[in-house]
C-alpha cells in the first residue's frame, strides 16, 4: 500500500486543479479470495463508504473521517484516502490548491472486508474528477492505477465494477473483468472485533507452494466461477483453498475454529480477504437464515473467544458511483 510522502519541492510547482470543486464518491466494501481465488477473484458487497471532497484556497489538506476508524485515522495528507487522491493528481501533473475531505466509513478496518482498498478507489476517482476533462483516466487506466496503489487488484477491481470480479496480472499490467453473480447467492459475514493488517497477514504465507496445491487451487478457482454465476449448488466445494489460509490460521485461532466448523457443518465459508472476518456464501433466504443461525450458536458455544459482529448481506451489483455537487 502506498506510504506517506511529503510534498517534493520540485511538485509545489505543478498547475492546481480548480478550487471551488465539490465531489461525492460511494464505493462498496469487498471481500476477496473467496477461497481458491487468492489475488484473484473479489466481490462486491452492500456495504458503502462515502466521501465528500472540497477543493479549496487552502493550501492545506483536513479530512474530517466519521464512522469507522474516525478517532484513530489521520485527519491530513497522510490519511490513505487524501495520499490516494493527491497521488493521483499528482500522476497526472497537477496538485490541489487545498484540500476538505468528509467521510463517512462503514466498512470494518483490518477486518477482510476492502477497507483499504475502498478508501484508494474513493481517492483515485475523486482524484479524477478533479482533473480537466482531457486529463482524466479511463476504466482501464484507473484499475491499473488504484491496483497499484494497493498492490493487487482483487479487492479494487470489484469495488470499481461491483459484482464479481475475476482480475490478472500482466507484466505490470492489472487486468479484471466483471461476472454477474447468481441472484440467490447471499454473503453472511462473522466480524471479530480483533483486527489484523493486511501487510502482516501476507507476511506469514510461504514463497512458494507444492505443484498439487496450486493445482487443486486452479481448479476450485474455476469452479467457483461456475458456482458464483449460474449453478450455487457447486459453492461448498468451491470455496476449498490449499494455499493461503491454512498458513495464516496462526494469526487469527477464533476465526480458523469458527471456519472449520462451518465447513463441517456444510457451509460454503472462508476467511474473507486477508482475515479475519469469516465469510459464508449461503443459498437462497433459507441458507443465509440458516447460517446466521448456526454463526450466533457456534459463536455463542465459546469456542471462538471475542466480540463478532454478524452481517447479513448482499452482492453489491454496481461498484463505486460518482457525484458532483453544484452551487
Ligand atoms: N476509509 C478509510 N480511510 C482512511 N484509511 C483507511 C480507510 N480504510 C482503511 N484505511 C487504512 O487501511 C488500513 C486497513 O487496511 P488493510 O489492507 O490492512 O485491511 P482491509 O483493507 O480492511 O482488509 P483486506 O485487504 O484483507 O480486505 C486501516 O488500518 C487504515 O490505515
Ligand atoms: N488477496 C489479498 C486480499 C487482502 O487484501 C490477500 O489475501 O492478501
Do not use: C, Y
Not at 464479481?164 to 471479530?192: C, K, M
Amino acid at each position: 500500500m502506498l506510504h506517506a510522502t511529503p510534498l517534493p519541492e520540485d511538485l509545489i510547482d505543478l498547475p492546481v486543479v480548480d478550487a471551488g470543486q465539490d465531489v461525492e464518491v460511494t464505493v462498496p466494501a469487498t471481500s476477496a479470495n473467496l477461497g481458491p481465488g487468492f489475488d484473484a477473484l473479489g466481490l462486491a458487497l452492500s456495504l458503502r463508504d462515502t466521501v465528500r471532497v472540497r477543493t479549496t484556497s487552502s493550501g492545506s489538506t483536513t479530512v474530517r473521517p466519521t464512522g469507522e476508524g474516525a478517532g484513530e485515522l489521520p485527519l491530513d495528507g497522510r490519511h490513505l484516502v487524501a495520499r490516494s487522491l493527491i497521488s493521483t493528481l499528482h500522476r497526472a501533473g497537477r496538485r490541489a490548491p487545498g484540500l476538505e475531505l468528509d467521510t463517512v466509513n462503514v466498512i470494518p478496518h483490518g477486518r477482510g472486508m476492502g477497507s483499504s482498498a475502498s478508501a484508494i478507489v474513493a481517492g483515485v476517482l475523486a482524484g479524477n474528477a478533479l482533473l480537466p476533462a482531457h486529463e482524466q483516466m479511463d476504466a482501464a487506466h484507473l484499475l491499473q492505477w488504484a491496483a497499484s496503489i494497493e498492490g493487487h487488484p482483487d479487492n479494487v477491481a470489484p469495488a470499481l465494477m461491483g459484482a464479481l470480479a475475476i482480475s490478472w496480472e500482466s507484466g505490470r499490467a492489472f487486468h479484471s473483468t466483471r461476472v454477474e453473480v447468481h441472484p440467490d447467492v447471499i454473503p453472511v459475514l462473522a466480524v471479530p472485533d480483533l483486527s489484523l493488517s493486511t501487510e502482516s497477514a501476507r507476511a506469514l504465507l510461504p514463497a512458494s507452494v507444492s505443484h498439487s496445491a496450486a493445482a487443486a487451487n486452479a481448479g476450485r478457482a474455476a469452479l467457483l466461477v461456475q458456482a458464483l454465476g449460474r449453478n450455487p449448488s457447486l459453492l461448498f466445494p468451491a470455496t476449498q483453498d490449499a494455499i493461503h489460509q491454512d498458513f495464516r490460521a496462526p494469526a487469527m485461532l477464533p476465526s480458523a475454529t469458527l471456519l472449520r466448523a462451518l465447513r463441517a457443518a456444510g457451509f460454503a465459508s472462508t476467511i474473507s480477504g486477508a482475515g479475519p472476518s469469516v465469510l459464508t456464501l449461503a443459498v437462497g433466504e433459507a441458507g443465509a437464515s440458516a447460517a446466521e443461525e448456526t454463526l450466533h450458536r457456534l459463536i455463542g458455544a465459546g469456542d471462538t473467544p471475542g466480540a463478532w459482529r454478524v452481517l447479513r448481506l448482499a452482492v453489491e451489483r454496481e461498484g463505486a458511483k460518482m457525484g458532483r455537487h453544484h452551487g
